[in-house]
């Protein structure tokens, strides 16, 4: 039987929702998950996963009310866990609160747990309506979604350009396209993501540290380069500094496709084979280029500067499309001004 939902469910797993995204920068592999706990149209209390490794949303609201939530309604954005993991389950922890009714945006997508919280809930007796606000939820943690269904993460190219839709002149000269309140945007977009990839050449040719410049309490995301011609030597350069951590993938770590290049979906799987739900691709054309020939671009998030810097400039990705026919259609989700720029955001349609 399909759901029903008030408008003060809808409220209430709106402010869930609110507050799962505040671990954004701390649940790492994990979901970004938010709880809130509702008596007598009363907020008793609320919580969200906070840091990887420890209580997960649900523990974190109910230790407010000593676990003690008779007849109450818990909103959660994600399907509480059933099994013992680094933490234990939420489910338990529901049932001997004695709440009446548990309402959840999304069920986990892990296909080898997916439901059974929802089952061990019912089977306590428990109320259990499952879809509200789902498409929010999804799109929350599209990147551990993803990877929990696929095995890859979430792949998101940033790119800077002008209104011709160069990203650099002919001698490789790019700074700056974009104004500075695009530029500190693109921080925090790279604060949002748990690694930031980019080719040989860009490090080679732009020497980038590749990091988060926000305050100083902001972790700076794994950078990770792909060098299919081993190009990367010195140790010297900024992408080896100590502000995070780096990977270089090569062919001693990573699978060649027969033209010499890396396999760039195994690179990305070895990515998500560390947890690593989300990347932010910010690279030159051939990369970008082939990523988006393999299919491995999940968005773009495009920075457009109100300039022009003509035919002889680099554009923003190398694909041999020759007739309309293999145009590729992308379907635009957000526009919005920074500053003096237009951010653009858009998927690929399939």
Known sequence: MVAT????????????????????????????????????????????????????AEINALEQINHQADGSTLYVTLEPCSHVGKTPPCTQAIIDASVQRVVIATLDPNPLVSSQGLALLEAAGIQVDVGLLENEALTLNSGFIKRMQTGLPFVTCKI????????????????????????TDVQH??????????????????????????????????RVVIDSRQKITDQTLNIFSNDAPTLILDPSNGKTLENGKLDLTDALKQLGDQGINTVLLEAGPNLIGAMIEAHLIDEFIIYTAPILMGSHANSMATLALGTMADKIQLQLSDIRMVGDDIRITANIKT
Not at 167 to 182: D, F, L, P, V
């Open 189 to 222: 977009l790279r604060a949002k993501h748990q690694a930031i990839m980019t080719g040989s050449g860009t490090i080679l040719s732009d020497n980038p540290f590749m990091t988060v410049r926000l305050d100083a309490s902001t972790v700076s995301p794994l």
């Open 5 to 56: 939902f008030s408008k003060n469910d809808s409220h209430y797993m709106s402010l869930a929702l609110k507050l799962a995204g505040q671990g954004r920068y701390g649940v790492k592999a994990n979901p970004m998950v938010g709880c809130v706990v509702v008596k007598d149209d009363q907020i008793i209390a609320k919580g969200y996963h906070q840091t990887f490794g420890e209580a997960h």
């Open 160 to 183: 800077a350009m002008s209104l011709d839709g160069k990203t650099a002149m002919a001698s490789g000269e790019s700074q700056w396209i974009t104004g500075e309140a695009a530029r």
